[in-house]
């Protein structure tokens, strides 16, 4: 029997690793987000601040970061799902306003049983 493993989806590139970020968001556990989430909500380039509006990637993700984090500390720490939401301006080379996004923050156990945070898309498993 063969299991895909979270180590293989961040190899693979369906998860993302929040990195060092997580530390400054008071996260105990290890982050990652999918790679939807990461296209969506965190991913930025000089050509999107050049025909958009000025951002930067690290400034997006920590948007996204303290967002799930504001809302575990309100959940009273008693749901292992939860949805959350969030403004950040659409990757569409238009946009210059910030909109909302739901996102669905999912506390579960890693490869090794670990506790760990994946922050996926609504409609995303």
């Known amino acids: 029997m063969s299991t895909y ?3 293989q989806a961040i190899v693979d590139g369906v998860l993302v690793e929040a990195g060092s970020l997580v530390k400054e968001n008071v996260f105990k556990w290890p982050v990652a987000l999918t790679s939807a989430v990461w296209a969506d909500c965190v991913a930025w380039s ?3 601040s050049e025909n958009q509006v000025y951002q930067d990637q690290s400034g997006r993700l920590w948007d ?3 967002m799930a984090s504001y809302e575990i500390r309100n959940s009273n720490g008693s749901y292992n799902q939860m949805l959350f939401q969030l403004f950040r301006v659409p990757r569409d080379g238009k946009s210059t306003e910030a909109e909302i996004v739901t996102l669905k923050l999912i506390v579960g156990p890693g490869d090794n049983g670990e506790p760990v945070i994946t922050i996926l898309l ?3 498993d």
């Open 5 to 7: 493993t979270r180590a």
């Open 46 to 48: 000089d050509d999107h």
């Open 64 to 66: 996204v970061l303290y």
């Open 122 to 124: 609504p409609n995303e």
